[in-house]
């Protein structure tokens, strides 16, 4: 396929940003409110704003972060459900796109698969597929801003179970849910235990005859409220955006305070998880088969349901959670090790996530290739010896939007100091000295499946990824932008 340029291609934009989910429209808005004479583009690659909020359709689609830090931080997230529904969030994201007169700037159907950056002229050659007209083309960007997220929209962790082609029921993957699905009055079986299994399972019990959780291993799963009744008290006595504001820090630091307790006394906290789960499942349940996992708690992400809607459904005898692994699909279920079989009219294969690095994109600097999987990350945004370039990436124990909003920020700190000093060209370099250590520090099946695809983080700062809001809020928003690490040189000049 032959690549062309469009008419306009001499017209360098100043920054262009992949992806109009949450990240990019987050990214558009700062840029706007703190670069405003920067030209900037987003191209995205679907032909809807929301990345994983419109992606995702399986019943009960929602967050399991709270939306008072899931939200933007200058947007009041005014709904009263705390824990949001799917299509809510697709609604604020499309709103402050609205809003701000962000929409305009997106070029949907397009899909970026490659950049190639040239110290010669300070600029990124940007190769775009146009999935609405056909054909490729190459857009010229001074700022390469990835926000992709983390896992293929295209493809999702899909193990492979001895006798799939015997079932002769119908099997489906959350991340592609069909539109024509009945499942009223079905036997369902959803294998998997983490927060999508947890979504769809007490959803789908509200229509199927009875849904069964086949999980491995447990999750620590806990409760919270669907509303936050501080939020809504706050709201009532203080203008939206100050009740807001106080609402967002205080959900930042409980969550904080519960993790930190977690990591410095995880069996106390484990007992504690265990004993609540117990008690809102009653008396005889068998907890510590499953609800009670062999690794410390926030090792792997906690799995919040709203409400308890989990529980309640189990204690209801709506759904049903076995523990045990799986020998072979059958004809009408699926066979256990144990020997047991699950009679099913649908499975559900909630496994996980493919993750994907910089949305598969392929850098090359000067010519070279950039394999991210060998690139330190500076403070957890940046690739060690790639120019002008950031990637929104979130926190693993917190919100996703919080790390993002702080990227966003700093992103445009670096320009502006750039513009301040007549400077083309900024890179954080790779010390000597400084030991690479894994990008995440978790257990969870789709980080250990990608140790080789992500970056790096370093031993000492700017190159630790801390998951921590407010260590990055000093080191991020506050921080010195000509640091050292971060250099700076004019055009055909990389520092």
Same mark, same amino acid.
């Given at each position: 396929?032959?690549?062309? #340029? !469009?008419?306009?291609?001499?017209?360098?934009?100043?920054?262009?940003?992949?992806?109009?989910?949450?990240?990019?429209?987050?990214?558009?808005?700062?840029?706007?409110?703190?670069?405003?004479?920067?030209?900037?583009?987003?191209?995205?690659?679907?032909?809807?704003?929301?990345?994983?909020?419109?992606?995702?359709?399986?019943?009960?689609?929602?967050?399991?972060?709270?939306?008072?830090?899931?939200?933007?931080?200058?947007?009041?997230?005014?709904?009263?459900?705390?824990?949001?529904?799917?299509?809510?969030?697709?609604?604020?994201?499309?709103?402050?796109?609205?809003?701000? %007169?962000?929409?305009?700037?997106?070029?949907?159907?397009?899909?970026?698969?490659? @950049?190639?950056?040239? #110290? &010669?002229?300070?600029?990124?050659?940007?190769?775009?597929?146009?999935?609405?007209?056909?054909?490729?083309?190459?857009?010229?960007?001074?700022?390469?801003?990835?926000?992709? *997220?983390?896992?293929?929209?295209?493809?999702?962790?899909?193990?492979?179970?001895?006798?799939?082609?015997?079932?002769? *029921?119908?099997?489906?993957?959350?991340?592609?849910?069909?539109?024509?699905?009945?499942?009223?009055?079905?036997?369902?079986?959803?294998?998997?235990?983490?927060?999508?299994?947890?979504?769809?399972?007490?959803?789908?019990? &509200?229509?199927? &005859?009875?849904?069964?959780?086949?999980?491995?291993?447990?999750?620590?799963?806990?409760?919270?409220?669907?509303?936050?009744?501080?939020?809504?008290?706050?709201?009532?006595?203080?203008?939206?955006?100050?009740?807001?504001?106080?609402?967002?820090?205080?959900?930042?630091?409980?969550?904080?305070?519960?993790?930190?307790?977690?990591?410095?006394?995880?069996?106390?906290?484990?007992?504690?998880?265990?004993?609540?789960? &117990?008690?809102?499942? %009653?008396?005889?349940?068998?907890?510590?088969?499953?609800?009670?996992?062999?690794?410390?708690?926030?090792?792997?992400?906690?799995?919040?349901?709203?409400?308890?809607?989990?529980?309640?459904?189990?204690?209801?005898?709506?759904?049903?959670?076995?523990?045990?692994?799986?020998?072979?699909?059958?004809?009408?279920?699926?066979?256990?090790?144990?020997?047991?079989?699950? @009679?099913?009219?649908?499975?559900?294969?909630?496994?996980?996530?493919?993750?994907?690095?910089?949305?598969?994109?392929?850098?090359?600097?000067?010519?070279?290739?950039?394999?991210?999987?060998?690139?330190?990350?500076?403070?957890?945004?940046?690739?060690?010896?790639?120019?002008?370039?950031?990637?929104?990436? *979130?926190?693993?124990?917190?919100?996703?939007?919080?790390?993002?909003?702080?990227?966003?920020?700093?992103?445009?700190?670096?320009?502006?100091?750039?513009?301040?000093?007549?400077?083309?060209?900024?890179? !954080?370099?790779?010390?000597? %000295?400084?030991?690479?250590?894994?990008?995440?520090?978790?257990?969870?099946?789709?980080?250990?499946?990608?140790?080789?695809?992500?970056?790096?983080?370093?031993?000492?700062?700017?190159?630790?990824?801390?998951?921590?809001?407010?260590?990055?809020?000093?080191?991020?928003?506050?921080?010195?932008?000509?640091?050292?690490?971060?250099?700076?040189? @004019?055009?055909?000049?990389?520092?």
């Amino acid at each position: 396929m032959s690549i062309t #340029s !469009p008419p306009d291609s001499e017209n360098i934009i100043d920054v262009l940003i992949v992806g109009a989910g949450l990240s990019g429209i987050g990214a558009a808005w700062h840029l706007q409110k703190h670069c405003p004479r920067k030209r900037y583009a987003i191209l995205e690659a679907r032909d809807a704003i929301g990345g994983t909020w419109d992606l995702f359709r399986y019943p009960g689609i929602r967050s399991d972060s709270d939306m008072y830090t899931l939200g933007y931080a200058f947007k009041p997230w005014t709904n009263p459900k705390a824990i949001a529904d799917g299509p809510s969030i697709r609604a604020y994201i499309r709103e402050t796109a609205e809003e701000a %007169g962000i929409t305009r700037h997106i070029r949907f159907r397009q899909k970026v698969t490659g @950049a190639s950056w040239s #110290s &010669a002229d300070a600029c990124w050659t940007v190769i775009v597929e146009d999935l609405a007209g056909g054909g490729r083309y190459t857009l010229r960007a001074r700022f390469l801003y990835s926000c992709s *997220g983390y896992y293929s929209y295209e493809e999702a962790y899909r193990p492979d179970f001895p006798g799939e082609a015997d079932f002769q *029921g119908r099997l489906v993957l959350p991340q592609f849910w069909p539109d024509d699905l009945d499942y009223s009055g079905k036997r369902v079986v959803v294998i998997g235990s983490g927060a999508t299994a947890v979504t769809v399972v007490p959803s789908m019990a &509200a229509q199927a &005859a009875h849904v069964t959780m086949l999980q491995r291993s447990p999750s620590y799963v806990v409760t919270r409220p669907g509303e936050d009744r501080i939020a809504q008290g706050l709201r009532r006595i203080l203008p939206a955006r100050i009740a807001y504001s106080l609402t967002r820090w205080k959900n930042v630091l409980v969550g904080m305070f519960f993790f930190r307790l977690a990591r410095k006394r995880p069996e106390p906290v484990k007992r504690h998880i265990v004993k609540l789960a &117990a008690k809102q499942l %009653g008396d005889g349940y068998d907890v510590a088969t499953h609800f009670t996992p062999d690794y410390k708690p926030w090792d792997q992400r906690v799995c919040a349901v709203p409400d308890g809607d989990l529980f309640r459904a189990i204690r209801r005898g709506k759904v049903s959670v076995v523990t045990d692994h799986i020998e072979r699909f059958t004809p009408d279920g699926i066979l256990l090790r144990s020997g047991r079989t699950l @009679a099913a009219d649908i499975v559900v294969v909630a496994t996980g996530l493919q993750l994907r690095v910089l949305g598969g994109v392929a850098l090359t600097v000067d010519g070279d290739p950039v394999r991210p999987n060998e690139a330190m990350a500076y403070k957890g945004m940046m690739l060690s010896d790639v120019p002008n370039f950031a990637m929104a990436f *979130g926190y693993t124990n917190a919100s996703w939007t919080l790390k993002a909003d702080l990227t966003a920020g700093y992103v445009c700190r670096l320009l502006q100091y750039m513009d301040r000093h007549a400077k083309a060209i900024a890179v !954080p370099r790779r010390e000597a %000295g400084v030991a690479p250590q894994p990008f995440l520090n978790f257990t969870s099946g789709y980080v250990r499946r990608a140790q080789n695809l992500l970056p790096r983080q370093g031993s000492r700062a700017p190159w630790q990824v801390y998951q921590n809001y407010l260590q990055d809020l000093l080191t991020i928003r506050f921080g010195r932008i000509a640091d050292g690490v971060m250099r700076f040189g @004019a055009k055909g000049n990389l520092p």
